[in-house]
């Protein structure tokens, strides 16, 4: 199985602020690889995918980037909406498997 | 409108068999580009996938849970069924259901990714 390994496992910022959550695989997954926010009580939802690509409705202040093992989840000009917890997840074989977290947090 | 809904049990008893059932709206089961997995979460804990049934009727599973673990789907009642054999309090959680779906990625191949999500459903397993 590919496992994922996201850092750090929690983080606080202030509105305005830029963040960066980092996802790792176990092996190379091209651009596979999908991010999710998950707000408390809510069900996920998909913020980017193909390591990239921003999914239809979400700010532009949402930026992804990477390939093969390492990838990165930017967040500029935080918003309050936007503290919230964030998952990685690889499509590129099954078992599908996610990441253990990032929770953003108001510093 | 694509909508996803989970259905089942409130409470289960250790050693008792959970079953849960998804629901879905606005896309057929058949549709051969795409699938749905079933993920929990324990309170306050992290997200974890399940299983994955895909339009072939193909599955896969978590490998902690692949002995305990079945799915299977409904095309004509829209629905994936989820079981979960001898059950334990740790099994407490919220279960989801999500649909993959195909989207075209920058490398020049598809990428699968959960696009629309059920609510969840809470379940606790105790005596």
């Known amino acids: 199985d590919i496992q994922m390994t996201q850092s750090p496992s929690s983080l606080s910022a202030s509105v305005g602020d830029r963040v960066t959550i980092t996802c790792r695989s176990s092996q190379s997954i091209s651009d596979y690889l999908n991010w999710y926010q998950q707000k408390r009580g809510k069900a996920p939802k998909l913020v980017i995918y193909g390591a990239s690509i921003l999914q239809s409705g979400v700010p532009s202040r949402f930026s992804g980037s990477g390939s093969g093992t390492g990838f990165t989840l930017t967040i500029s000009n935080l918003q309050p909406e936007d503290f919230a917890t964030y998952y990685c997840q690889q499509s590129h074989s099954t078992p599908y498997t996610l990441g253990q977290g990032t929770k953003l947090d108001i510093k | 409108q694509v909508t996803l809904k989970e259905s089942g049990p409130v409470l289960v008893k250790p050693t008792e068999t959970l079953t849960l059932t998804c629901t879905v709206s606005?896309?057929?089961?058949?549709?051969?580009?795409?699938?749905v997995s079933w993920f929990r979460q324990p309170p306050g804990k992290a997200l974890e996938w399940l299983a994955h049934?895909?339009?072939?009727?193909?599955?896969t599973f978590t490998t902690s849970l692949k002995t305990r673990l079945s799915i299977s789907k409904d095309t004509s009642k829209s629905q994936v069924v989820l079981a979960l054999t001898n059950v334990d309090p740790v099994d407490t959680a919220t279960y989801f259901c999500?649909?993959?779906?195909?989207?075209?990625?920058?490398?020049?191949?598809?990428?699968?990714?959960?696009?629309?999500w059920g609510q969840g459903t809470m379940v606790t397993v105790s005596s």
């Open positions: 049934i895909f339009s072939t009727d193909e599955k």
């Open positions: 606005g896309f057929s089961l058949s549709n051969p580009t795409m699938g």
């Open positions: 999500a649909r993959t779906k195909p989207y075209y990625g920058n490398s020049g191949h598809y990428v699968d990714a959960f696009d629309i």
